[in-house]
C-alpha cells in the first residue's frame, strides 16, 4: 500500500475520496488509497486494483418522516430511540390466546367442580402455557424497546417486563460497523406466514448482532437504521442478506 501512495503522491484528496467504494468488498476505502488523477484505487480490505469509474457508488437515503410507534430522544451527547410493541402485536395470536384461555379456564372451573383440586392439577400444562400467554400479550401492550448511544456504547434495553428471547445489550459503538435490515417470517399460520423486521448490526470484527426484533412495518425498521447510521456516521453500504424491497 506504501508504495502505491508513493506512486502517485500529488494525486490524493480526502474530499474526493470519501464515498469511494471497493466493487468487489464494497469496502469504504480512505484517501491514501485513491488515486484521483490517475482514475484509479487500491482497497486497502482486499487488495483489489481498480479503476474509480467501476467503484461501488454511494447509496442515497431517503428522507423519512418519523413512523407511528417510534419516539426519538436527542441530547446534547446522546440519542434515543424507542420503539413500541403494541405495533407488532398479531391479531391471529392475539385471539388464540384469548381462545386458548377461556377455554381451559372453563374446563378448570368445570373439573374443579366435579373433582376437586387434584382433577384441576392434571391440566397444570396447558394452564400455564395459557398463563404464559396471557403474561406474553400484556408484555405485548406495554413494553418497548430502547436504543440508547451514548459517548460509548450502543445499548438495547427492553422495558418494563421482561420475557425470554429479549436479552438487553452494551455493545461499544466504535466496534459498531454496519447497520442493516433482515425480513423473517415471525409466525407461520394456515393462511399464510406473517413477517416481520429486525434490525441487527455488523461488528468490525464481522459478528452479526441483533438489536432489535419483531418490528411489524418496514418504515420503522427504516427508520431505526437511518437514525443509527446518521448518529454514528456510518456511511451505508449493501450486506449480504438485507431486505431492500
Not at 85 to 103: E, M, V
Request: glycine residues 4%; proline residues 4%.
Amino acid at each position: 500500500m506504501a508504495n502505491f501512495e508513493k506512486l502517485y503522491p500529488q494525486a490524493f484528496s480526502p474530499v474526493q475520496a470519501m464515498d469511494v467504494r471497493c466493487p468487489d468488498c464494497e469496502f469504504l476505502l480512505h484517501a491514501g488509497a485513491v488515486n484521483i488523477s490517475d482514475g484509479i484505487a487500491k482497497c486497502t480490505s482486499c487488495e483489489n486494483l481498480f479503476q474509480l469509474h467501476h467503484a461501488v457508488p454511494r447509496r442515497q437515503k431517503p428522507q423519512l418522516d418519523l413512523p407511528t410507534g417510534l419516539e426519538i430522544f436527542r441530547f446534547e451527547k446522546e440519542l434515543e430511540i424507542q420503539f413500541s410493541w403494541r405495533q407488532s402485536i398479531s391479531t391471529t395470536l392475539l385471539f388464540f390466546n384469548l381462545a386458548w384461555n377461556a377455554f381451559w379456564l372453563i374446563f378448570a372451573v368445570a373439573m374443579l367442580w366435579v373433582g376437586g383440586i387434584s382433577f384441576v392439577l392434571l391440566i397444570g400444562i396447558p394452564i400455564a402455557i395459557g398463563i404464559y400467554l396471557l403474561y406474553f400479550l400484556i408484555a405485548q401492550v406495554f413494553n418497548y424497546t430502547s436504543i440508547l448511544i451514548d459517548e460509548k456504547n450502543l445499548c438495547i434495553t427492553h422495558k418494563p417486563l421482561s420475557l425470554p428471547g429479549y436479552d438487553n445489550k452494551i455493545i461499544d459503538r466504535q466496534q459498531v460497523d454496519q447497520v442493516y435490515i433482515e425480513k423473517y417470517i415471525e409466525n407461520n399460520f394456515e393462511d399464510g406466514p406473517e413477517y416481520a423486521f429486525a434490525i441487527y448490526a455488523l461488528h468490525k470484527q464481522q459478528k452479526k448482532l441483533q438489536l432489535v426484533k419483531r418490528i411489524a412495518h418496514y418504515e420503522q425498521a427504516q427508520f431505526i437504521e437511518q437514525a443509527l447510521e446518521d448518529y454514528l456516521l456510518i456511511a451505508d453500504r449493501k450486506i449480504e442478506g438485507e431486505y431492500a424491497p
